[in-house]
């Protein structure tokens, strides 16, 4: 069976009900079909992460953050270090994702130092990547892809890729309802997978790369499916119960 990541990306939306009654619904699916082979990772918002994690904390989902400050303590006024996530009993942050690059004009720099705030405190990194539409147009997004690799993840070493899970989401394919075709998708990850080769060499072979970008429970299963795709982060459809309930039950599936 092929191994496959299902992550959670809520965003800000659900409160302490919708929390409980998503939760409490997937640890049902999951207790009632065959997760040997599939992770499954929520990120809620930070005031829902404890709600979550309680009721998720003995099966087998791993609860995670949308975000962390890049200092590890200190005088920052409403920011949440990763340290306090790992505390609250998360496993994964996510960084780099486009709506924090854009809306909040976080630079290379500072999430490069997420990066290692996140593997510092022994969680995860869902690192994302992704190009613009304009970069996609101008056939640049393996550059693209390539240069923020090489300088988000400056500094980071092969011992610490076992902490790495790469999403490539499109900018342009979040919350939009496109998606590039199935070619583009499967030949992305395997650009994507061949340059970690290049810097990292035989290390980077475990580093598991998603896809994100309107995945839901119609598209999702021949995503899945691509040799080269080793699941996804979902936004829309991860807080539609559902969709994230058939989009869990076919990961259960995969046999490619
Ligand atoms: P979407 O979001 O599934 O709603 O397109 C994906 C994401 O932002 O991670």
Known sequence: MKKIIIASNWKMNTNITKTESLCNSIKVIINSNNFEDVDVLIAPPFTNIYSAYSILKDTKVRVGA????DNQSGAFTGEVSAEMIADVGCKFVIVGHSERRVIYNES??????????VLTNNLTAVYCIGETLQEKQSGLTNIVLANQINSEMNGILPNDLKKVIIAYEPVWAIGTGLTPTLLE????HSFIKNHLISI???EALTVPVLYGGS???KNGKEILFLPEVNGALIGGASIKEESIIEILKFSSEIEA
Do not use: A, R, V
Not at 66 to 69: A, H, P, S, T
Not at 185 to 188: E, H, K, P, R, V
């Open 66 to 69: 949308q975000n962390c400050n």
């Open 108 to 117: 290379s720099d500072t999430i490069s130092k997420k990066l290692k705030q």
């Open 185 to 188: 998708i499967n030949q992305t």
């Open 200 to 202: 990292y060499s035989k």
């Open 215 to 217: 995945f839901n429970e």
